[in-house]
């Protein structure tokens, strides 16, 4: 089974920085497109940033400059660094394939708070 287990999520303070880990069993990271995902409540789960296996990366508009998605081949983690938060970024974050994601496989997530 392929599964994924968010971590790193906490409650920060506008303009601070937070790293989320993805760690992935069942598949190898390098081997596939993936991205992490967020929801906020009430709303769409949305892509925010991919990495290819070739280590090429897409993030959507409202976290552009801001977030960085990374990957550690040898630990099979994916990494979202993400820096000057802002409140709007609040919301459970997610890994999963980053084109396609595997329905059975989504993960607890992790809660990313940034309060004012």
């Known amino acids: 089974q392929v599964q994924f287990v968010e971590s790193g999520g906490g409650l920060v303070q506008p303009g601070g920085s937070l790293r989320l880990s993805c760690a992935a069993s069942?598949?190898?990271?390098?081997?596939?497109?993936m991205g992490w995902y967020r929801q906020a409540p009430g709303k769409q789960r949305e892509l925010v940033a991919s990495i290819t296996s070739s280590g090429a990366t897409n993030y959507a508009d409202p976290v552009k400059g801001r977030f960085t998605i990374s990957r550690d081949n040898a630990r099979n983690t994916v990494y979202l660094q993400m820096n000057s938060l802002q409140p709007k970024d609040t919301a459970v974050y997610y890994c999963?394939?980053?084109?396609?994601?595997?329905?059975?496989?989504w993960g607890q997530g992790t809660q990313v708070t940034v309060s004012s």
């Open positions: 069942g598949i190898t990271v390098s081997l596939y497109v």
């Open positions: 999963n394939f980053g084109i396609t994601a595997l329905e059975k496989s």
